[in-house]
Nanobody, 124 residues
Framework: VQLQASGGGLVQAGGSLRLSCAASGRTFSSYAMGWFRQAPGKEREFVAAISWSGDIRYYADSVKGRFTISRDNAKNTVYLQMNSLKPEDTAVYYC??????????????????WGQGTQVTVSS
């Protein structure tokens, strides 16, 4: 499985961005998918996750109510809509796939495949 993240950029505080993650492979629809982020000098942290069907979604408390994760299994793509962005959201954002479970979760170690990351910078 190969994951290609895109959609990052520079935005002012209060603005919005939508990240996309395109996946290769015929079994994308069976994978749980997640988004993580890593700011300079910090560990990679969980942002959001979605189950294989899209019915179950989890969010980090820091983004709840502002970010929305979704997926289109017909397009092998998962999205992260980010609204009301804050400077503290600045980070490299990574998408990840769990081939062993279709259930959404926040455990970084449980994800098997990772995209290359896309930079999100929020200016104050």
């Amino acid at each position: 499985v190969q994951l290609q993240a895109s959609g990052g950029g520079l935005v002012q505080a209060g603005g919005s961005l939508r990240l996309s993650c395109a996946a290769s492979g015929r079994t994308f629809s069976s994978y749980a998918m997640g988004w993580f982020r890593q700011a300079p000098g910090k560990e990679r942290e969980f942002v959001a996750a979605i189950s294989w069907s899209g019915d179950i979604r989890y969010y980090a408390d820091s983004v709840k109510g502002r970010f929305t994760i979704s997926r289109d299994n017909a397009k092998n793509t998962v999205y992260l809509q980010m609204n009301s962005l804050k400077p503290e959201d600045t980070a490299v954002y990574y998408c990840a796939a769990d081939q062993d479970s279709g259930w959404a979760h926040s455990s970084r170690e449980g994800y098997d495949y990772w995209g290359q990351g896309t930079q999100v910078t929020v200016s104050s």
